[in-house]
């Protein structure tokens, strides 16, 4: 069975909704802000796309339509959707592995007096802090461009997890205090 990384899927599942050509794929990616969450952006699309297309996932045929001549409009095929709906079916109920650099950090901290540890999870919390303005902001906006609700669930989700993670940090940050006294 072929593997596919996550980039890839991504792509498959715009081209599982409509077959579009190279310029229309980044303009739904662009308004999806799927570079936020899919690791996928501009400079990635034509290796990705090659790959696919090796694979026998997707294949293109030339439309006329482009003032620059013949254009490419990618169509996945049936074994691309096949391989994409196993794909999606394993990732929404499998747990993926979670490796953060945090929780390093977190099992070192020892290396490091009180003052300097409460300092480093101030910091920690001033970056969850912006991204928690920066991806209510996106929200708002995926919101306002009647996104399907399936990538409004993304940023929310995402939002829910880093207020969490914020709250654990303060708590935390107690924590270190009083054990330190």
Known sequence: MTEISNQETAVLGLLYEYHHYAYRIREIMEKRGMDNWADVDYSTLPPILKSLEKEGLIRHQYRNEGIKGPEKVY??????????????????????????????????????????????????????????????????????????????????????????????VIEFMDKIRVKGK
Not at 151 to 168: D, G, P, T, V
Request: glycine share 4%; charged share 25%; proline share 1%.
């Open 75 to 168: 169509h996945i095929t049936e074994k691309g959707k096949s391989l994409f709906k196993r794909q999606i079916k394993s990732i929404l109920s499998e747990k993926g592995s979670i490796i953060y650099s945090f929780d390093l950090g977190l099992a070192n901290m020892t290396s490091l007096n009180q003052e300097e540890i409460i300092q480093s999870l101030k910091l920690y919390l001033k970056s969850i802090e912006e991204r928690i303005h920066v991806l209510s902001y996106s929200l708002k906006i995926q919101e306002e461009n009647n996104v399907p609700y399936n990538f409004i669930a993304i940023y929310s989700r995402n939002l829910s997890i880093l207020k969490a993670e914020k709250e654990w």
